[in-house]
């Protein structure tokens, strides 16, 4: 067996990892460069030619791991893209709207760097259009979790819940399964223990070689039990001083697990009662995903559903789909909370909110979600004085709050306790998806506290068994 790293290697974004095993070509993962530093990429040919690929297996939506699969398919790639069904209800939702902005962008930037007389460091040409996007569709191949797939006369693939967003899995790749098997484990993204909606991960427990994500692995979560306390603490004081709270969500599981809160917050009157919007047509469609797709829920919400008492219908709660009603909000006068993507504020509907919110010193935004370096979110974070915002300096005089605890990403200790549970440990661990320092700074106390392997892939190493 063979593993290149084509990305997420000593940064977060962009996972994708080619493999060679028992005669068949894999890529697992296809995702999208989301760090200013690495944008380019995007753009570059892919390292391996797209129809030299037999299949390719999706851990989860997130364009950072899915976002390159359009331009995969219009470049050549014709077979099965292999996902758990949930997984498989809601690729198309997602790259359909990542194409739509993608055409959006380019347009908007032409149109303002014509008015400028400036040229662009990027082509003003989209990356992949709508009908990129639905190329992907049609291959796509549900795999129901924890069945074993067979790929070829001598390999496999298993999908196992990967408790991070709804659909996600971990992804065992088994070469040779009926004599010798090696078995080789891509982590995706992992979620926390006992988080809202979804199952938690599955533990595994045989694997001679995993690669692991890192994002959070150099430290650990606030406890998720606060998570209520503090969301209305924050909601009641914005509301008193005649604020709105705007909350940039990624329309996947971010969204459904602030309402999931945001509806016990409500139902045992612990905010004051006031609108709350979903604007976001695409998180609306998310929501019904959700709805069927029981079987990746955990048993607290399947009960939550039993009992009449909904996360996804709440007093004070309404979904915004049309660009006029998102419109409206803006016009509304009295405290309101909403929720809009993009989740790290580099589109969507949430910098119309945030022009009209950020100047304001009695409104809050509230950070929910991981920001990426180089994001507006990210920017938001770091508090300047000033912001650029659709091409216009905006003062910055909101407050600005940030909740790690709502992460849907494994903090140290739950890496360890997923890591831990492999028995033998795998001789060899490759440590992805985390900003330089993080993982270098995992690599190096997992190295001193276990008798494992470590290697910190950078960009296009391979790997041979
Ligand atoms: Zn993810
Ligand atoms: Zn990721």
């Given at each position: 067996?063979?593993?290149?790293f084509?990305g997420?290697?000593?940064q977060?974004t962009?996972?994708?990892?080619f493999?060679?095993?028992a005669?068949l ?6 995702g ?9 990429r995007?753009?570059a040919p ?19 791991h ?6 995969l398919a219009?470049?050549g790639?014709?077979?099965p893209?292999?996902?758990?069904p ?19 962008d380019?347009?908007?930037k ?6 400028e007389?400036r040229r ?8 992949y259009?709508?009908?990129?996007a ?5 291959l ?15 390999v496999?693939?298993?999908f ?6 709804l659909?996600?899995?971990?992804i ?9 098997p ?6 995706g ?6 988080k ?13 070689a995993?690669v692991m994500?890192s994002?959070y692995?150099?430290r650990?979560?606030?406890d ?5 306390t ?23 599981e ?5 309402m ?7 139902r045992k ?5 006031m609108?709350i919007?979903?604007?976001s ?11 069927r ?17 909904s996360?996804f219908q ?8 049309s660009r006029?009603?998102?419109k409206?909000i803006?016009g ?35 950070f929910?979600?991981?920001q990426?370096e180089?994001?507006?979110g990210r920017?938001i974070?770091?508090?300047p ?5 659709f ?11 940030q909740m ?6 494994a903090?140290?200790r739950?890496?360890l306790?997923?890591l831990?549970?492999?028995?033998p440990p ?7 998806h ?5 993982i270098?700074?995992?690599a190096e ?8 392997d470590?290697?910190v892939p950078?960009y ?6």
């Open positions: 067996m063979e593993i290149h084509l997420a290697a000593q977060v962009g996972s994708c990892y493999i060679k095993v005669g070509r894999l890529l697992v993962d296809c999208l460069y989301q760090e200013r530093a690495f944008l380019e995007n753009w892919f390292p391996i030619p797209p129809e030299s690929i037999d299949f390719v297996l999706l851990t989860h939506t997130h364009l950072d899915s976002g390159l699969l359009p331009k219009r470049e790639y014709r077979n893209i292999l996902m758990t949930a997984t498989g209800d809601l690729l198309p939702i997602v790259l359909i709207d990542a194409a739509e902005l993608q055409e959006e380019a347009a908007y032409k149109k303002r760097h014509k008015n007389g662009s460091r990027y082509p003003e040409v989209p990356l259009r709508v009908k990129d639905e190329k992907v569709t049609r796509i191949k549900p795999i129901p979790y924890e069945k074993s797939t067979v790929l070829g006369p001598d496999s693939v298993r196992h819940e990967a408790g991070h967003i659909g996600s899995a971990a065992e790749v088994i070469a040779h399964p009926g004599k010798d090696f078995r080789m484990v891509f982590s993204d992992l979620g926390q223990w006992d809202a909606l979804i199952r938690d991960p599955a533990l595994l427990e045989r694997a001679q995993v994500e994002t692995g150099d650990d979560h606030e998720p039990a606060d998570i209520e503090r969301l209305s603490q924050i909601i009641t004081e914005t509301v008193r001083g005649g604020g709105n709270i705007l909350i940039p969500v990624f329309a996947v971010r969204a459904q697990e602030l999931f809160h945001l509806s016990r917050l409500v009157n612990l905010i004051p009662s609108p919007f979903l604007d047509p695409m998180a609306t469609d998310v929501t019904d995903v959700f709805l797709h029981p079987e990746c829920l955990d048993r607290e919400t399947l009960d939550l559903f039993r009992s009449g008492q996360p709440f007093p004070g709660l309404k979904y915004v789909r006029e009603d998102s409206e803006n509304l006068r009295t405290p309101h909370i909403v929720m809009a993507g993009s989740g790290m504020c580099t589109g969507g509907r949430i910098k119309h909110h945030l022009v009209n919110n950020i100047g304001r010193a009695e409104s809050t935004i509230l929910v979600g991981y990426a180089g994001t507006l920017q974070i770091e508090r004085p000033q912001v650029r915002i091409g216009q300096q905006r003062l910055l005089r909101a407050r600005v709050e790690q605890s709502f992460s849907g990403h903090d140290r739950a890496l306790r997923w831990d549970h492999f028995q795998p001789s060899t661990l490759f440590l992805t985390g900003e330089k320092k993080v270098h700074r995992l106390s997992l190295g001193l506290e276990r008798d494992l470590v290697v950078g296009r190493d391979t790997h041979t068994f």
